[in-house]
C-alpha cells in the first residue's frame, strides 16, 4: 500500500478543472444563461460519457463480478414514513449561522469555534445569529392540495429504497445471507454551503452497495468490505498515495453506525471523504420493523438452530460514495501538465501539454481517428476505419487542424488512443496508433487494429503522475 501524500502536490486546482471542465464539455453550470442555479451542475457530451463509464464500472464491480450481489433501482418519492423510521426527520440536520450584515450563511461546525463563541462572522466581523438546526431534506406534494398529509421528501439518501425492499428481493430472487444489494441514484440535500465545485451538492448521484450478514460475522465482513473497495480505486487507475483511511472517532458516528471508515481522496483543496464504509449494525431494519409493523426478520432455513428454523435481523455493512464526487475525483486524478518540447531557437517558449490521463476504461473517448489531410480519400478512409471501430469502442472523428494541434485537443479530453490515417496507409493496410500518455506512435495493421486497441486496455498501466 502506497504511503498517503501529506500535502496536495499535484498540478491541478480547482479553478484548472473548472475551466477545462467548461472548456472541453464535461461540465456546465445549471441555467447559466440565468446566472446559474447554485448547487446544481449539467453534465455536457464529455461529461455524461465519463459518468456512464464510471458507474458502469462500479456496477460491473458489485453485480457482474460478485456472484452474491443484486441490483435495484428504487423510486426516489417513498412514503414519508420511511424517514420518520430511518431518523432523518428528526436527525438529518446541521447547525446553521446567518451573519446579520453580510447575509452570508454558514455551517456553524465549519467556522472557528472562537468566531462561533463571539458571534463574530469569519468574512466580515459582523454579529452571527443563534445557531438553529436545519433539516437538510427537501419537501414536495403529491396531489393538487398542498396539505401535510400530502407532504413527502425527496429522498436524501439511495439506502432506505434497498432497505424496505429487502424482503421483496429474498422471496423474488431466492437470496441466502450473506447477500447484498446494489443501487444507483440520484439523491438531494438542501445544503447549507456547497462549494468546490461539483463536490458538494444539492442534487446528486451515490453509488451504494447495502450487504446483509449474519449477526457475530459483521465485523469479519466489515474489514472485507474495506479490502475490496480499496483494492478497486487501484484497479481503475487511481494514484493510490493519494487514498487513505480516516476512522471515525466516537463524536463523528452517525446513530446507526456501530463503526465507520471513510476513504479520503487528497483533493486540490485537501484530503476530502471519497466513499464510506459502515457497519450499520441492525439499526435500519429493526427501525423499520417498528414503523411499518411488518417481520422483516431473515428466516435461515439452511442452518437451524437446535432443530428449529433460525431467525434474525440481519446486520448491514454499507459502501456509499458519490457518482458525481467520484466524477470530480477521477478528473482531479487525471489531470497533469507536461513539457513536451523545450525552448526554441526562435524564443517561442517551451511547448507544454494539457492531458487527462485516464484510465481507459473510464476515458469518454477510448479512440480518435485522424486522417493527415482531407483529400485524396484520407478522409474516408479514416471514417471506414472510424465506423469498423464504434461497435466496440467510443469514437471521435477530426479533420480540423494541423495534427499536433489535433494530439493536442485529444489529450486534453483524455483519449488513450489515436490512430492517424496517412498516405501509407492506402498503399500497405496500416495506420499510426499514438498512445496519449507516453505519445509513443507505431505502425498497426488495419486488420488488427481493433485487437490491439483492446490488449493495450487490458494491460494499461499509467505512465506520469500528476504528482
Known sequence: MSEPLTEYQGKASMEKITSLAKRRGFVFQSSEIYGGQSGAWDYGPLGIELKNRIAQNWWKEMTQLQDSIVGLDAAILMHPRVWEASGHVENFTDPLVDCKQCKTRFRADQIPEANLAAKHCPECGGELTDTRKFNLMFKTHIGPVEEGANTVYLRPETAQGIYVNYKNIIQ????????????????????????????????????????????GTDEEWFNEWRRRRWAYYEKIGIQMDHLRWHQHGPQELAHYAKDAYDIEYLFPMGWKELEGIHNRSNYDLTRHIEYSGKDLQYIDQDHPNEGTVSRFIPFIIETSAGLT??????????????????????????????????????????????????????????????NELKQDFATDYDQSGAIGRRYRRQDEAGTPFCITVDYESKDTGTVTLRFRDSMEQVRVSRAGLAERIRSEIKNYTRIGSSS
Not at 184 to 211: D, L, W
Not at 331 to 339: G, M
Not at 372 to 380: H, S
Request: overall charge neutral.
Open 172 to 215: 423474488s430472487n431466492r437470496m441466502k445471507v450473506p447477500f447484498g444489494i446494489a443501487q444507483i441514484g440520484k439523491a438531494f440535500r438542501n445544503e447549507i454551503v456547497t462549494k468546490n465545485f461539483i463536490f458538494r451538492t444539492c442534487e446528486f448521484e451515490q453509488m451504494e452497495m447495502q450487504y446483509f450478514v449474519k449477526p
Open 325 to 386: 464526487r467520484t466524477l470530480l475525483m477521477v478528473l482531479c486524478d487525471a489531470y497533469d501538465e507536461e513539457k513536451v518540447a523545450e525552448k526554441g531557437s526562435g524564443g517561442t517558449g517551451d511547448e507544454w501539454r494539457t492531458v487527462l490521463r485516464f484510465h481507459p476504461n473510464l476515458a469518454p473517448i477510448t479512440v480518435a481517428v485522424l486522417p493527415l489531410m482531407k483529400k485524396d480519400g484520407l478522409a474516408e478512409l479514416a471514417l471506414d476505419i472510424r
